[in-house]
């Protein structure tokens, strides 16, 4: 969708949500890759909630794909 205008809230507002994917898919993969204390890790699992869910259990290939790997 093209606007007509510049809307920086909106601009840094999605910026922000995609940051926190791509750091979110960043952990994910760390964690499956199994780097990390199981206790590091038991504690990390528990900041995938709601749509982060997905990251641990789709296909890692397409996790490191949203990480830019």
């Known amino acids: ?6 809307d920086n809230t909106s601009d840094t ?3 922000s949500v995609n940051k926190e994917w791509r750091d979110m898919a ?3 993969v ?3 890759e199994g780097r990390g204390k199981p ?3 038991e504690e990390q699992e528990k900041k995938f909630t709601g749509i982060f869910k997905r ?3 789709d296909p890692i290939e397409e996790v490191m794909k949203e ?3």
């Open 55 to 57: 990251l641990l259990d």
């Open 30 to 32: 760390y964690i499956r």
């Open 26 to 28: 960043k952990l994910a």
């Open 13 to 15: 507002a999605i910026d």
């Open 1 to 6: 969708m093209r606007r007509a205008y510049k």
């Open 39 to 41: 206790s590091w890790v």
């Open 67 to 69: 990480t830019g790997r």
